[in-house]
């Protein structure tokens, strides 16, 4: 009886609205939106004295040069401690997240680690360090969702929806995008959407970027004017959309290749840590001072490409720079995205492209700044493998939704070209890559739960029998809601699209076996 119960607890829980869960979403979004303006905020004008001090120094000034120099070893150890002390706050913090909702890892000290994310990534991101705003906001945002769901004692379910709801909020107020933060916490966190979670990241979303918009005003984040160049045969438009599809999945790849290898090359040093992070810190002060244009999350550069004639040379040696430091910075761990960082290597090669077919054909300025646009959208999409994430991201970062057709020509080639090149997502390769927390403990780990899991259009168990899938040792399906209907699942009950499975098992096996799951529910 005792497992019925909690079968039809669980049914009616899918089935019903539920006003408390939604409220909480809220507080997320709030509490994000409040906290992510104010780290957005903090990089802004933490960038603007670097620049300042930078551009009144010059080689005759070698005393305050020394001085800075040694601001920048100093920070870097700071940044350093907070990451051997909560090492989960490394990195963008988007593997995190997808760990934090698939049970592989836990926010032991949430509210420690909230703030250790959010002055590690002031401070190394403020010293020039290329990484972007937006994976620390995203964790900022899960941590901000898990510590209220401790407070307000929700159970998994409801937490992951509202720690998917806080990263979504997170993206929302870092790029004044919401309908991307959605996007993006469905299609590379969540990985399926329900009405319910729906529901969730929209609240979140929206007021987490009505907050943000309060602080920053109602302006797009890139400002961007942008002008259709009517004046090109639209059938040749077509073909250099799909040939620049091609190139940047090519460059796509690259960027991955080079973030994995970077990572591993300075794991493979033999020299203590503190050591490493001084020369990283060096690099980005030298940086800051010979070639200011690459260091930082570059959201400058972008909008400078748009007004700057710049020879196509200095673009290539701009963008080299700039691929190889971000990925010599990712690779220390600090607290630091690559979005914003990937953005300006898209907008660099779009820059460039641009140029070059204009050199050729006479396209005119109004091109190259279309292919500015096309590039950012197209390399995300190369990068992270999230479409519609991407292609939305743009358009809301611009606002030049009537590139819509075009970002969206480029931004699919891509992703059938890096299909092509068996490229793996690379926020997948982060996470399976990050060290997990394979002994979390928990005092009821003895009982057996239920957990749902929703299935995908063709994923690998969508119109299969039950008795054809090989299920995990010690779970046992024991019903299928379709439409809102339970079924007691037989062996030849097939599963289809839609459908979500009730699963009971033990409580110390749900990490490993949702994990497990994932991969054979979903259509990736």
Request: net charge neutral; aromatic share 12%.
């Amino acid at each position: 009886m005792e497992k019925q119960s909690n079968t039809k607890d669980t049914v009616e829980k899918l089935q019903s609205g539920n006003a408390s869960l939604y409220f909480a979403c809220l507080l997320v979004g709030i509490l994000t939106g409040v906290i992510v303006s104010l780290y957005r905020w903090s990089l802004e004008k933490i960038g603007v004295i670097r620049k300042a001090y930078f551009s009144g120094i010059t080689l005759e000034h070698p005393i305050s040069l020394l001085k800075i120099w040694l601001v920048f070893i100093v920070v870097g150890l700071v940044v350093n401690y907070l990451f051997k002390k909560f090492p989960k706050t490394s990195g963008s913090g988007i593997p995190q997240v997808k760990g934090l909702i698939l049970g592989r890892i836990d926010y032991q000290n949430w509210w420690k680690e909230l703030f250790s994310k959010f002055t590690a990534g002031v401070l190394g991101i403020g010293a020039g360090l290329s990484l972007g705003r937006e994976g620390p906001s995203v964790q900022l945002g899960s941590y901000v969702a898990y510590g209220l769901a401790k407070i307000l004692k929700k159970d998994t379910t409801e937490r992951n929806y509202m720690i998917t709801s806080g990263s979504s909020a997170g993206l929302a107020g870092a790029f004044g995008a919401p309908l991307a933060g959605v996007m993006f916490s469905i299609e590379e966190i969540h990985k399926y959407l329900t009405g319910k979670l729906l529901i969730c990241v929209f609240t979140a979303s929206i007021v987490s970027d009505f907050i943000g918009r309060r602080f920053f005003g109602v302006q797009t984040s890139f400002d961007i004017a942008i002008k259709y160049p009517l004046g090109i045969n639209p059938y040749f438009q077509f073909f250099l959309y799909v040939i620049f599809g091609v190139i940047i999945a090519f460059f796509g790849k690259l960027f991955t290749v080079s973030l994995i290898k970077s990572q591993d090359l300075f794991a493979g040093i033999k020299l203590p840590r503190e050591i490493k992070v001084s020369f990283i810190m060096t690099l980005s002060f030298v940086l800051c001072f010979v070639l200011p244009e690459v260091t930082g999350g570059g959201h400058s550069l972008v909008e400078s490409l748009i007004h700057s004639k710049t020879a196509i040379y200095t673009l290539i040696i701009i963008f080299i720079l700039k691929l190889l430091f971000t990925t010599f910075c990712y690779s220390t761990g600090f607290a630091g995205g690559i979005f914003l960082p990937m953005l300006v290597l898209g907008a660099l090669i779009g820059k460039i492209f641009g140029e070059v077919v204009d050199m050729i054909s006479q396209t005119g300025p109004d091109f190259v700044v279309h292919c500015i646009v096309l590039g950012m959208a197209a390399y995300f999409v190369a990068v992270v493998r999230a479409p519609i994430t991407g292609a939305i991201l743009i358009l809301e970062m611009t606002g030049s939704f009537h590139l819509l057709l075009a970002i969206a020509t480029v931004a699919i080639v891509s992703f059938f070209v890096t299909e092509f090149l068996e490229q793996d997502p690379v926020y997948d390769i982060l996470y399976d890559r990050m060290k997990k927390d394979d002994n979390i403990k928990d005092e009821e780990n003895h009982k057996k739960i239920t957990i749902e899991v929703p299935i995908m259009v063709e994923s690998l168990i969508d119109g299969k029998m039950v008795s054809e899938v090989i299920w995990p040792e010690d779970v046992l399906v024991i019903s299928i809601v379709r439409n809102g209907i339970e079924k007691i699942p037989k062996g030849r009950t097939v599963m289809m699209a839609g459908d979500i499975l009730i699963l009971l098992l033990p409580e110390n096996r749900v990490s490993e076996v949702k994990e497990s799951l994932m991969k054979k529910t979903t259509s990736e």
